[in-house]
């Protein structure tokens, strides 16, 4: 597979130069997979509900439906952050959508700081899709500091874990690859760049988006301000093999009666 991600800096508010940069990035990606940041269509540093109400989407709304378009036009499969609004609540969630126009929503899990006091927690539960013959699974941001997250989806049979993020935190880039060595998946974070203010409020974000592989090798990363699409080839088939060594298998070793 031919797998990817686009690292760049949402405008906060500005949802229509939001999606028309990614549309215009993605132009001619020529992937089989790309991964975007987190709450890419809207920008991340909200105050308020309603600061973030024009900007949410159903599930079935003009944002799936956008992701959806760019997919069939490019022929790839497209994983996303997004805002999600659902009745009275708002999600902090991921879309996943192929040309085929098959879909899936993660709501994400562990929200980060104020998000608390903006998102409801994610009620979907981990989440994988066939895609390709490879599986894929879904992480958002502050989910990789858990490594609960990744264990579960690599558990379901993930082999790409697909992570969209808006990091502030330093620690993440170095956490994947312990991600990827401990499950033997390969990773892609998509993170975004830039300084994000609202008010008094104001965020910088880390940029380093990169793949790993099922060694911990960073097959490609981003640097700290570019925009910028990345890609590399993979072979997922690498990622089914969890024996550790001719006597130790990955996930048959591990000796649950012990864990709390």
């Known amino acids: 597979m031919r797998v ?26 020529n992937t089989d997979l790309v991964v975007l940041p987190e709450l890419c269509t809207s920008g991340y540093l909200f105050k308020s509900n309603i600061e973030m109400e024009s900007l949410s989407s159903t599930a079935d709304g003009r944002i799936p439906g956008f992701f959806k378009n760019i997919s069939e036009r490019e022929n790839t499969a497209i994983v996303a952050g997004f805002l999600e609004k659902d009745e009275e609540l708002f999600f902090n969630s991921q879309i996943f959508v192929a040309p085929s126009g098959n879909q899936v929503i993660y709501r994400k899990t562990h929200l980060f700081f104020n998000e608390k006091d903006l998102f409801s927690p994610g009620n979907s539960g981990f989440k994988i899709a066939h895609y390709n013959d490879a599986i894929l699974g879904f992480m958002v941001c502050f989910d990789w500091i858990f490594p609960e997250s990744a264990r579960t989806l690599s558990l379901r049979g993930a082999e790409i874990l697909c992570h969209s993020a808006n990091l502030v935190l330093p620690f993440c880039q170095k956490a994947m690859i312990t991600r990827s060595i401990e499950n033997h998946v390969f990773t892609i974070t998509s993170n975004r760049v830039g300084t994000e203010t609202n008010g008094t409020q104001e965020l910088t974000f880390t940029g380093m988006s990169q793949i790993t592989d099922p060694s911990g090798n960073i097959l490609v990363r981003a640097d700290k301000t570019e925009e910028v699409l990345l890609v590399v080839d993979i072979d997922p088939e690498v990622a089914r093999n969890k024996m550790i060594t001719e006597k130790n298998h990955l996930f048959e070793d591990r000796r649950k009666e012990f864990y709390e």
């Open 4 to 29: 990817g991600f686009l690292q760049f800096n949402p405008q906060l508010f500005h949802e229509k130069q939001n999606l028309n940069k990614i549309s215009k990035m993605l132009q001619n990606c």
